[in-house]
T-cell receptor, first 111, second 113 residues
Framework: SQKIEQNSEALNIQEGKTATLTCNYTNYSPAYLQWYRQDPGRGPVFLLLIRENEKEKRKERLKVTFDTTLKQSLFHITASQPADSATYLC??????????FGSGTRLLVRP | DGGITQSPKYLFRKEGQNVTLSCEQN?????MYWYRQDPGQGLRLIYY???????QKGDIAEGYSVSREKKESFPLTVTSAQKNPTAFYLC????????????FGDGTRLSIL
């Protein structure tokens, strides 16, 4: 069955540094992948979508890469701020018209 | 403002009771979804609907039921057959299924008394 792996340990970084979160998937080949942000007690909020033929996608301080050979996506936040502290979910698309969500990685940005 | 409204925010159920969670959207989206989120786990799909009067089972549909009589509304009933209903339930919508970002409500936390 399809499996999504995100680092279950929180990523703790200093304000101003670049945060890099990893999403690995196995047993399928998604045509695209989405990233979401989730704050405690709230629903996820869509951030970025990247297609399999796009190696990299950027939006302001966010950058996503998609390596279909490694079966991996990396999510970068440059010049991180305490307000970026949240859980980040990756969601590769399953061909049966649905997203498969990872369990997320919690990011903590220290002032 | 357009968005998805889930109610109530917190819900308590007695053993053996059915309970219905509300989800309303004013985004004019065709597709709607219900997910369950447990601590330390990803969102798991319960049911989804691509269009009014049509819906399909997701990965964990047992013990749940839905209806889609109106485009704006996609209520979820947690039946007494669901043996472990305590969880955070999230409703989402998108313009269509497939390659579309999903917009989420702020969830309903269901607990068993």
């Amino acid at each position: 069955s399809q499996k999504i792996e995100q680092n279950s340990e929180a990523l703790n970084i200093q304000e101003g540094k670049t945060a890099t979160l990893t999403c690995n998937y196995t047993n399928y080949s998604p045509a695209y992948l989405q990233w979401y942000r989730q704050d405690p007690g709230r629903g996820p909020v869509f951030l970025l979508l990247i297609r399999e033929n796009e190696k990299e996608k950027r939006k302001e301080r966010l950058k996503v890469t998609f390596d279909t050979t490694l079966k991996q996506s990396l999510f970068h936040i440059t010049a991180s701020q305490p307000a970026d502290s949240a859980t980040y979910l990756c969601a590769p698309w399953d061909s049966s018209y649905k997203l498969i969500f990872g369990s997320g990685t919690r990011l903590l940005v220290r002032p | 403002d357009g968005g998805i409204t889930q109610s109530p925010k917190y819900l308590f159920r007695k053993e053996g009771q059915n309970v219905t969670l509300s989800c309303e959207q004013n985004l004019n989206h065709d597709a709607m979804y219900w997910y369950r989120q447990d601590p330390g786990q990803g969102l798991r799909l319960i049911y989804y609907s691509q269009i009014v009067n049509d819906f399909q089972k997701g990965d964990i549909a047992e013990g749940y039921s839905v209806s889609r009589e109106k485009k704006e509304s996609f209520p979820l009933t947690v039946t007494s057959a669901q043996k472990n209903p305590t969880a955070f339930y999230l409703c989402a919508s998108s313009p269509a299924t497939g390659n579309q970002p999903q917009h989420f409500g702020d969830g309903t936390r269901l607990s068993i008394l």
